[in-house]
């Protein structure tokens, strides 16, 4: 078993240091984005006052460095990167990490809970539609997964609270928690569980149409392979040939397209909060558009590409368990 | 080698009557009978496409999904397994009937060790702890001559060489002591110094397990070797059977003579410079559209009623040809000598 601890340990490392030029491109991009839209925070906080003259604007300006060149605002942001700072928010008059970092959980959570949700339902649905490949319960299910496929997030997210929350008062249509209920321990878990239901069901679709798509191609693939028929003649039962000969193999493709997925989940996400007002990232990076506050946009881009970043790595680590003969170093 | 006589008169442990095999509008075996006795090595031999491994297939019903039995016993230990449920059918598979396939490369699955997949038949059918199990599996990599197997045990088959991973699938099939197992081409892929190591390795085990071997191949030479009987077919059927030493000291059919002179050898003398390898002309699907023999098309003595009455297999002596011309043409001796059978 040392040989499997030592590939996944040279996948990390490769995968560590394959992480830092993405993130270094997705910093400066980020930055000249910024620079390039039109308008800035003291703009919006102007129009909001009414009153303000172009002195006081000035003032403002130069108080949080949107005055400077480029350049100079350029290197002011990668010295605060390197002291792990993201600079103050003009509009919110805090650290934009504190900003970041209290919707950052909510953002996970809902994230974590709707990738989770789509890989266990998206590979299931798939195992049973190669299974049943051209019988009743795959025509069924690949209709159900087209609608899934085609249907917007959004759309299910409100149909969703209609019926959920409006008509069977089953489900809390919105937010993260009950508020002010000061819930403790599992009542709390529950209370949160309860209000994560209905976004993240809304947000998986799509993914469990996907990935149910995916299983299925990659189980009828793998399911021709030779070693399958070794399995079979082995006198093994089928469940036990398609779980762990067919469904082990059709798992690494899978895996890789979960993992390029995570980056429009965060995406998707941003809607989802929108329509049950989770309070997360992609609501703050709405009104940090809305509000021309591009020091947190900024923030809310390098954080996300973080974590899209440290997701590719566990799906390399994922991928090396998966396949041995994914190999960590290139010898070997 | 066991004595052909005696194996003929003892009870067959595995017998195909009048098999047919089709896959969606063409017919691969065409009423096929074989008979395999208890620690017999039986070769099944012709040309590529000819029906060999899709019979094999067949008997251990691990056809494709698109192919089918539309006839036929499979007899074994007293079943019939073309009629067998898939429960009592997955209970004899990899127990008392195992196959061993032409491609080690693709044949073990890439992502488990060799060790979980020997150790899995043991689990399935000898119902062993998982330790007992790793415990037999590395016997049976001794046993099929793996250098290191305590080592080798936990290595994936990307580690293997070919060789290796035909041992492997040789371990595998033999963890539960079949009483017949199917080698389907098992040394094609393999380079030749291999081949012959594979072959002594399964000639070995079947005499020391006391199990019945289905040797399909179409190199003759490993036939002559390895072989008790030697079943010849031709585009589905079967074309001759006979002992090992009869058919290469006399062979009757036109294909067999075909065959046996399309193999090099070394003792005639003939190389390249001195002279053309022979040849059969044709390729064996070139659409019969005649209801006599397949073989019609191609061969070198065919007849104007060849290509009209099906030849059906006709015995002399202990042996069988199903070409009626060859038949009246064979040494007298024999002829007389199971004249009464002939007649049938």
């Known amino acids: 078993m040392l040989g499997t601890l030592n ?9 560590v240091l394959r992480a830092v030029p993405t993130l270094v491109g997705v910093v400066v991009v980020s930055f000249l984005l910024m620079q390039a839209a039109p308008g800035d925070a003291a703009d919006v906080m102007a129009g909001e006052s009414g009153t303000s003259t172009v002195e006081t604007m000035a003032i403002l300006r130069a108080r949080f460095g949107l005055d400077q060149p480029v350049l ?48 266990v339902l998206g590979i299931g649905l798939g195992a049973v539609m190669a299974s049943f490949v051209n019988r ?47 819930l403790t321990g599992w009542d709390r878990v529950w209370d949160v569980a309860a209000h994560l239901v209905l976004p993240a069901a809304a947000l998986s679709t799509f993914f469990v149409a996907v990935y149910a ?32 000969h067919v469904l082990r193999n059709a798992l690494v493709p899978v895996t890789t397209v979960a993992g390029l997925h995570v980056g429009s989940l965060l995406g998707g996400a941003m809607v989802i909060e929108t329509v049950f007002s989770w309070p997360g990232l992609g609501r703050l990076a709405f009104e940090a558009v809305m509000k021309r506050d591009f020091s947190v946009l900024l923030g809310i881009l390098v954080v996300s590409s973080v974590v899209v970043v440290v997701v590719d790595v566990l799906v390399d680590l994922l991928h090396a368990a998966l396949d041995p003969r994914i190999e960590g170093h290139g010898h070997g | 080698m066991i004595d052909p006589t005696a194996a003929a008169r003892r009870p067959p442990l595995f017998a195909l009557e009048g098999l047919e095999v089709s896959f969606p509008g063409r017919p691969v075996v065409r009423g096929l009978d074989l008979s395999v006795a208890e620690g017999e090595t039986v070769a099944l031999v012709g040309e590529s496409g000819c029906g060999k491994s899709t019979t094999a297939l067949a008997a251990m019903r691990l056809l494709p999904r698109s192919g089918r039995i539309d006839a036929g016993r499979i007899a074994f230990e007293g079943r019939d397994l073309a009629v067998l449920s898939p429960a009592e059918l997955r209970d004899l598979r990899g127990r008392r009937l195992a196959m061993i396939f032409q491609e080690p490369m693709t044949s073990l699955n890439p992502v488990l060790t060799i060790g979980r997949q020997i150790a899995e038949v043991l689990i399935r059918h000898e119902h062993l702890s998982r330790r007992a199990a ?108 006979a002992t090992t030493a009869e058919l290469f000291a006399r062979p009757l059919h036109p294909y067999t003579r075909g065959l046996l002179a399309a193999a090099p050898r070394l003792d005639t003398g003939l190389h390249h410079s001195e002279g053309r390898l022979a040849e059969i002309p044709g390729a064996p699907d070139g659409g019969v559209d005649h209801p006599g023999c397949a073989f019609a098309p191609r061969c070198p003595e065919v007849r104007a009623d060849c290509r009209v009455t099906p030849p059906r297999p006709l015995a002399i002596g202990d042996r069988l040809v199903a070409c009626p011309p060859a038949v009246a043409s064979a040494p007298r001796a024999n002829a007389m000598r199971g004249a009464h059978d002939a007649v049938g």
């Not at chain 1, 650290?95 to 996970?108: C, E, G, K, N, Q």
């Not at chain 2, 389907?184 to 070995?204: C, F, G, N």
């Open chain 1, 136 to 182: 009743w319960p795959d025509r069924i299910l690949s209709v159900v997964t087209l609608l899934f496929y085609s249907v917007p997030g959004f759309w299910t997210g409100l149909m969703a609270i209609l019926i959920f929350s409006v008509g069977l008062g089953l489900l809390p249509s919105g937010g993260s928690q009950t508020i002010a209920a000061g």
């Open chain 1, 213 to 244: 798509r995916l299983t299925r191609a990659a189980m009828l693939e793998v399911q021709g392979q030779d070693y399958v028929r070794t399995a079979t003649a082995k006198g093994l039962h089928p469940i036990v040939v398609a779980t762990r």
């Open chain 2, 134 to 241: 790793r415990a037999r599996a590395i016997e049976l990599l001794d046993l099929v001559r793996i250098a290191e197997p305590h080592r080798r045990i936990d290595d994936h088959p990307h580690r293997l060489s070919g060789g290796m991973r035909q041992r492997v699938m040789i371990a595998i099939a033999v963890a539960c002591r079949p009483k017949l197992l199917f080698a389907d081409e098992p040394t094609t892929a393999l380079d030749v110094t291999i081949q012959a190591q594979v072959l002594d390795l399964l000639d070995r085990l079947r005499r020391d397990l006391g199990m019945a071997l289905v040797l399909i191949t179409h190199d003759l030479g490993v036939v002559a070797q390895y072989a008790d009987r030697v079943v010849v077919m031709y585009a589905g059927h079967k074309v001759e059977e």
């Open chain 1, 7 to 15: 590939r996944l340990l040279w996948t990390l490392v490769r995968g």
């Open chain 1, 72 to 119: 100079t605002q350029f290197v002011g942001f990668v010295a605060n990167l390197a002291h792990f700072s993201l600079g103050r928010s003009p509009r919110w008059d805090v650290p934009v990490a504190d900003l970041i970092l209290a919707r950052l959980p909510d953002t996970l959570l809902l994230m974590g809970s709707a990738l989770g949700f789509a890989v």
